[in-house]
């Protein structure tokens, strides 16, 4: 089975990121896939050398570009047994192509806002074999949508190999300045608002005063989540490490506790699976989806999405280390369960029952 991922993008944002993780996700359980996506940021410099990734979507700027990616993306189906698209703009190009009449197209569903009724999306969601949802919530939603025969799985953001127990987040301490001995509470994500810094820093002054902060991230949001910072008499005890990929395992382990206070743009919480597979704890918001990530009270913590509870969760781990290392295993464990083989294999298995489903359908 050869999978066609397309996603029509150029920055290595969520939706970019779970195309690449699906690809990856595809291999690892011995899957062929390929990705075409839009070149010229630091999507292509991330993927430049992996020969299954291929810049070859354009940004569309002029109605020549829109042709051109039409033609690129008919000619990738003609080769695929099934096409998987990731955003609203894959899914117009897929269908504008007819790559539905060519091969089994599905699309994945990461955000609640696609999920939209109107007479255009409901022709183009009427075109697809399969779908696939970020969280369980976003899979019950699909029967607002979706012709009610159309498969569909919720799926879990794939887990990367190296986010696993055991990284040394020593350098990180000391580069930043954080005492080798203090709690460190910590969040990734992108620094802007609605994205949950605020309430980090909310929780983080009710903590007590020898807890320090690790926020990883860049944005527009940065000064006022200084002056924030200032206001709260946090001071020198927030520490901000800047956008970060490689040694995000190591920032996770230099955190005793991570922090999931608000949902990004991609919304299978890419973060907890990862802090999870570092063996860290992480106290969350009851937000959609994360109690399919974490089971509460074992392998982490779901509250109300409030600086005053996430406290009140959190303090007990920060002054147990014990608690703490026994929680981090267990969201360990159950992280094990989205690496990118088992992924994969459910993925694969998933496709390969909407390909025999549209064969009959069309027999």
Not at 151 to 179: C, K, S, V, Y
Not at 328 to 338: E, K, L, N, P
């Amino acid at each position: 089975m050869l999978v066609q991922v397309v996603v029509s993008g150029n920055k290595y944002t969520g939706a970019a990121a779970a195309a690449e993780h699906t690809c990856r996700a595809l291999h690892a359980a011995g899957t062929e896939a390929r990705l075409i996506f839009v070149a010229g940021n630091n999507l292509e410099h991330r993927l430049r050398g992996f020969p299954w990734a291929e810049p070859s979507l354009r940004k569309e700027r002029r109605p020549a570009d829109l042709r051109f990616n039409l033609a690129v993306v008919r000619s990738a189906a003609a080769d695929a047994d099934v096409v998987m698209c990731h955003l609203p703009h894959d899914h117009f190009l897929c269908v504008l192509a007819g790559t539905h009449r060519i091969t089994p197209l599905v699309r994945s569903f990461r955000n609640p806002r696609h999920l939209r009724r109107d007479p255009v999306h409901r022709k183009l969601n009427d075109r697809l074999a399969g779908a696939v949802a970020a969280n369980p919530t976003i899979a019950a939603s699909l029967d607002r949508c979706l012709p009610p025969a159309t498969p569909r799985q919720w799926m879990a953001f794939p887990l990367e190999e190296r986010f696993r127990p055991g990284a040394n987040g020593d350098h990180w301490r000391t580069t930043l300045g954080i005492p080798s001995q203090a709690p460190v509470v910590g969040m990734v994500g992108k620094v802007a608002a609605g994205r949950g810094f605020d309430v980090l820093l909310n929780t983080a002054a009710l903590l007590g005063n020898d807890v320090h902060v690790l926020a990883v991230g860049h944005g527009e949001a940065m000064t006022s989540l200084e002056a924030l910072a200032g206001r709260l008499g946090l001071g020198e005890r927030v520490h901000w490490a800047g956008y970060q990929e490689r040694a995000l395992p190591e920032l996770y382990s230099a955190m005793d506790v991570v922090l999931f206070t608000a949902t990004g743009s991609d919304h299978g919480h890419r973060m907890i699976s990862e802090a999870q597979g570092c063996g860290r704890p992480v106290i969350a918001a009851d937000l959609p989806g994360v109690a399919s990530l974490i089971q509460d009270g074992i392998s982490g913590r779901i509250v109300s999405p409030t600086p005053a509870a996430l406290a009140e969760a959190t303090t007990p781990l920060l002054r147990d280390s014990d608690l703490a290392r026994t929680m981090g295993r267990a969201a360990s464990q159950v992280a094990d369960m989205r690496r990118f083989t088992v992924t994969g294999q459910r993925l694969g298995a998933f496709l390969g029952e909407v390909m025999e489903t549209a064969s009959g359908a069309t027999g």
